[in-house]
Structures are given as C-alpha cells and as structure tokens.
C-alpha cells in the first residue's frame, strides 16, 4: 500500500501553545523588510546597553568593510553581566558548570560580575590593555568564559584556539596575532583521564612565539606542570587578591573583540575579526528569537566548545548578553556513561539544547534506550549546528528527545558570519526536516549559478549574502586584501560562503556542503590543504592528497591518498603500520580531529597534463563508487593503477 502523504508530515509546525507564547512573530520579516538597517538598530537599542548611543547605523561606503553603529560606544562584558546585576538579577545563575569526573560549579551573575573583574584587573596588572592580543587555550572550564569576558572588559582582543589543537597550530596562531598573554590550564579530563594544555604552550613558545610576556594557568587537574620563572604564574595566584571593582573599558562598537582561527582554502589558517556592536547586536537577537529565549525560566545548553565560532557567540556572549542561565560542559557524551548528556538535562532541567548533528547521529547509534532512561521532559527546544542534519537524524532528534513535542531549529552559519543567518523561527516556521529553511529578518540570502545570477527554485548553486549584515567579519586580522579575495572575489558584491545550496519548491534553502577545499568532519572545518601539507611534513610521505568523504556518523570523513618517498619504499615497512603511524603524525601536526580516517598508500595520484590533484576521482574512490570520468587525466591508466593496489590490500 502506497503511504498516504497526508499522514506523513513534511514540516512540523511548533504546537499552538508553544506559538502563543514565541518571542518570534511573522511580524519580524515585514518589519525587517519595511525598515532594513533601521530593523537592526531598533535591535542594537533593545537588546543592548550603550554607553554612548549610536547615531548612525551602518557605513557600506567601503564596501566589502562594513562599519555598524559606529559612533556609539558600549562594553560587551558590562552587557552580559554588570547591566544584569544592575538590573537586579545578581542573584540569578548565570553558569552551570559541569566538570567531566562529576564535580560542578555555579556561577549568579553577581559573583560573575566579581570573577571577571578580578582576570580583568589581573590581566591589567600582566601588562595587557586595550587592543592587546590575548591567546585562549583552555578546557571548556568556566575560566575560559571568564577568560574572554576579562578580555572583553579591558577591550583586549581574544584569541580562542581549541584545545584540541597541536602545539604547531598554537604557535602559529600566537604569532599571527602577536599575543601578548596566554591564558590556559594545566590540563582537563578527557574519558575519565587527566590530559595535559600548559605542555603544548611551553612547546608552542619554546620555537617561537616572542611576542608573549606572560603565560595564565589554571590549576584544573593538578597535574604536574613545568613553569617559567618570571613568565608563567598561577590564574588563582594573580586572581585571589585582584579587586572585585573594575571599570570595563568604553569601546567604540567597531573595536576588536576578538579574532578565531579557522580553516580556509589554502594551509594557512585565517584570523577571522570580529568587533564588538553589530556582533554583539545579532548574537543577542538570534538567540532571543532562534532559541526562543525565556531568561527567567529557560535552562540552556550549548554542546559546542568555547575554540569554536559557536562556543564564542552562543556560550561566551549571547546568553549571557540576554541575561540567560547556561549549563557548560567539560567532557565528552560518553563519559563515564553514554547517557551523560541526558543525566546533564535532567540534572540541571535544561530546555534548550543546541547540539551537533554529528552527536545526534551517535547517540542514535547508541540506541534510544539510553535517553529513555532519564526525565528530559524540560525540553522545550531543541538546535542543530555545524553540518546539515538528515532527515532520520532529525526525526529522531524530535521523537526521542524531543518527546515529539519540541520545535528544532536547524540553524546556518560560518565563523565568518559571526551569528545565524538561516534558520526556522520556532513558533513561527514549520520545521522541515534537512533543510535550514528560511534567511533570518534582516539577513539577505540568495542562491545564485557562477555568474551571480539568481537561480529559481530547485537548482543547485552558490550560497551567498547579498546585503552586510551586522555580525558578518570585518577582515582577516593583518589581511584586508585575502578578506576581500576570499569571500569578495567570486561575485563582487556578495558575499560568498563557501556551500553550495539550492532552494526547494517552497523556496526553503537547503544547504548542499562545502564546494571549496574545505571539509566538514561532525561540525568541524578541515583544510584540505593543511592536511596534505601536514602529511608531506612525514618523512616517509613524497606525495599526498587529500578528499573528505562521505561518512555514516560524522557526516564526512579525511581519507589520504599518499605515495611514499623513495626511502620509504625500500625500507619495504609494513603498509597498515606505516599508515596508522601517518595518521598520528597528522594528529601531532595539527590536531587529532584532523587525523585521516583512512590513509590510502597508492602507487601515483590521478593528475591533469597541468598538474592539478583531481581530488573528484580520489573521492569516488573514497566513496566506493565507479571512477568517473578520467578523459583529463595526464596518464589515464593512474586511477586503475590505483583501484588495483587497494583491492590487492
Ligand atoms: O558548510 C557549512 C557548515 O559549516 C560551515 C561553517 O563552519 P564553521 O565556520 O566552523 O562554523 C560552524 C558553526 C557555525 C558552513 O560553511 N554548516 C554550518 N551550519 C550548517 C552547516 N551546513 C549545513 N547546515 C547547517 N545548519
């Protein structure tokens, strides 16, 4: 029998009670729409304190360098937690904290208020001031919030690198921003074992790095550290005696606040700016109206990890900015037990939840007996982020932990954008599963073919912007020219994201991945190209290309294709163990999410007569499916000379 499509649902509209009580209106997009940039200020005068009013909105007269609310002046660390404690919420939690071994902590706003002001005034009294470069590589403890409020306090610049990046990938970081502070932890918990932080920085300054005058850490595992006379003290040392009173600094709403490294096109990472009105502006907005954000009652939890762009804007500012109360998290889903982040919601009764497709799909693996062991009947909303979400992991997502109650918002951004730009508004949109769904009020989308034009409905092109948006990036720190190149280049004035997308029938967008050389492995973004440079770097590696692949689980994964030197080749080794120690040689490189999860030791690489990597064929190959059209090819027998040293293995 042919299902009936009527009772198989497309979208799934929010319940009539959730709707009556949405911050979100249909309103929103004709007023958006009537107003353009005056919509953006009436949110910039609603959502945030200003120290000195704005009186202009926005300077495009320099296109691709956009200036929002530039005359006005305004602290981001005194918007999220002074103005609350003014307002007479000190007493209100502003952070859960939720170590991995089992221990917790609690934040009010107040004694926030104190935390920051007394890293504020001990930075200050290390040396570091305004527009100071300041490089974060912490555990997702709640100095590392507190770190970047600090930061934001005295209008230094925070430079958050994830913590799971290599020594390599720091050092290059610290020097690309000439930091003057580091601020880290002796180390974290990771499955249940202490790992180490403070090692890579010594390793990081030990080759380089000389711009750095101090190094902060903190006491998290009291595992053994090395420390430097002089250099390296104690974050409980400079803190204890730190007053509790500091004045934040009064930036300008186009000041620094803060750049995040991420992956681009070519090996080198790219410092993505961002500064401090517009930003702040629409993190406020969207997660007031994404989230559907009740600062009195709501519980929210964000998975991500403050060395991303999300960890940045949806921990670190805009919930705190609308004065919310947020659970943070140190560990891994599976630790101790694969039910960790159900026992986390019920624990602290979370409402909003704001996770990764990747996570969905593994717990999924796991199976929905774990979730069904604990109460997650405080679950109102639920949000994806990173990766498009397939449908079967959305429908799961719904029923099993949203207790097919709870609206989901999947929602699209980049580093780049600094905050969503396409996503349903909960109570207002139907939900449909796999698709991202509509341009937020405000933010101009369009899905365009190579010469910019805009394409009709049901055909794949290119995502781009077609209007500034007030959180978008202001450049590449210390590279205007590969900012405007990079993002700029392709369609003059819109700005190019790097997906590929398509609009439906309906005109919902659907994002269709990346088209450039950038991979997305559970939400992360690789280079492609700094993964071939990082197995190049292995003595015994002549040649390598990289393809992200298709993957079950983490949406894609690294597979690498590598041709041995000649040295390597007579040493006759071991394929799989000459293979998995390349492997660890990329985990070292640059981080272990970067780490190939197949290398491939092939006899040659499918090139052009010019010498281009056809990476399309690796990946059929990577993807198991018929090699496509080889006609390029230099030499056309190298695909099959690659096919039959894999089957012999
Ligand atoms: O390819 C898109 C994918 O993640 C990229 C941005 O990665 P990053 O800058 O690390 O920021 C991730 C968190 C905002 C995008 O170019 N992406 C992000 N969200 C989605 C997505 N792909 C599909 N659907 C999404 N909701």
Known sequence: MTPDPAAQPKTFAASEEFAAQANATAELYTRAEEQGEEFWADQARELLTWSTPFTEVLDWSNPPFAKWFQDGTLNAAYNAV???????????????????????????????????????????????GKGDRVAVYMPMIAEAVITMLACARIGAIHSVVFGGFSADALRSRIEDGEAKLVVTADGSYRRGKPTTLKPAVDAALEKGGDSVQHVVVVKRNGEDVAFQDGRDVWWHEVTENASTEHTPSEQNAEDPLFIL???????????????TGGYLTQAAFTHKNVFDLKPETDVYWCTADVGWVTGHTYIAYAPLVNGATQVIYEGTPDSPHRGRFWEIVQKYGV??????????????????????????????LLGTVGEAINPEAWTWFHRVIGGGRCPIVDTWWQTETGAMMISPLPGVTAAKPGSAQVPLPGIAVDVVDDAGTSLPNETDGFLVVRKPWPSMLRTIWGDDERFVNTYWGQFGDKYFAGDGA??????????????????NVSGHRLSTPEIESALVSHPSVAEAAVVGAKDETTGQAVFAFVI??????AENRDAAELAEEIRAHVGREISPIAKPKKVLIVPELPKTRSGKIMRR?????????PVGDVSTLADQTVMQQIVDSLGAK
């Open 617 to 625: 064929l690796l990946k059929d190959v990577a993807e198991d499916r």
């Open 564 to 569: 041995l030197s000649d040295q390597a080749t």
């Open 261 to 275: 490294y991420t992956s681009g096109t070519t090996g080198k990472p790219k410092g993505i700016l961002h500064t």
């Open 82 to 128: 002074d103005r609350h404690v003014a307002a007479g919420n000190g007493d209100r939690v502003a952070l859960y904290f939720e170590g991995e071994p089992g221990d917790s902590a609690s934040y009010t706003y107040a004694q926030l208020k104190d935390e920051v002001s007394k890293a504020a005034n001990a930075f200050e009294a290390l040396g570091v």
């Open 502 to 519: 398509k609009r439906d029938a309906d005109g919902d967008v659907w994002i269709l991945g990346r088209v450039d050389d950038v991979m």
């Open 351 to 380: 409402s909003i939840l704001y996770t990764s497709p990747t996570a969905i799909r593994t717990m999924m693996k796991w199976g929905e007996e774990i979730p069904g062991e604990w109460d997650l009947s405080s679950l109102r």
